[in-house]
């Protein structure tokens, strides 16, 4: 078995373990921390996780996910029996969003959605004008109009 990644295909570098199971490896580390996956094999830059590690870390997400904490996830990977999971709600998955952010006028911004929203420049240039026409309403002296 080779220490380097990439050498062997039985040998997964920390960023590896993390993309598989969607996590950071800032987040892999904590589970390692937690004793809820082995440390990696080797030391230093020659560090490397196995497929076991994906195996292990798959079942302590499985495992969190089902509603169980980290204290219960260690007793059944150890063969111990564990309270029922707390009930838990069910996750609303993560969508990415994109906010996109449009300058009116000075002082003035828009902010919106640009994953659920997507308007064209002529529809962007027409809010400016609309805003820009707003606002200047408000600088205007009035004219004999009473506010109520």
């Known amino acids: 078995m080779s220490y380097y990644v990439g050498m062997s295909d039985d040998v997964l570098?920390?960023?590896?373990?993390?993309?598989?199971?969607?996590?950071?490896?800032?987040?892999?580390r904590?589970?390692?921390?937690?004793?809820?996956i082995p440390p990696p094999m080797g030391l230093g830059r020659g560090s490397h996780y196995e497929f076991r590690h994906l195996h292990q870390l798959r079942?302590?997400?499985?495992?969190?996910?089902?509603?169980?904490?980290?204290?219960?996830?260690?007793?059944?990977?150890?063969?111990r029996a564990a309270p029922e999971?707390?009930?838990v709600k069910p996750r609303a998955p993560v969508m990415p969003r994109i906010w996109a952010r449009l300058?009116?006028?000075?002082?003035?911004?828009?902010?919106?959605?640009?994953?659920?929203?997507?308007?064209?420049?002529?529809?962007?240039?027409?809010?400016?004008?609309?805003?820009?026409?707003?606002?200047?309403?408000?600088r205007e002296p009035d004219k004999g109009k009473r506010r109520i």
Do not use: W
């Open 59 to 79: 079942r302590v997400l499985e495992l969190q996910e089902a509603g169980h904490s980290l204290e219960a996830i260690r007793q059944i990977l150890a063969g």
């Open 85 to 87: 999971p707390a009930a």
């Open 30 to 36: 904590f589970y390692v921390q937690q004793q809820l």
């Open 103 to 138: 300058t009116l006028q000075e002082g003035v911004e828009l902010h919106y959605d640009a994953t659920r929203h997507h308007p064209d420049s002529r529809q962007l240039l027409r809010l400016k004008r609309l805003a820009q026409r707003v606002f200047e309403e408000d």
């Open 13 to 28: 570098s920390i960023q590896d373990l993390a993309d598989a199971c969607n996590l950071t490896r800032r987040a892999v």
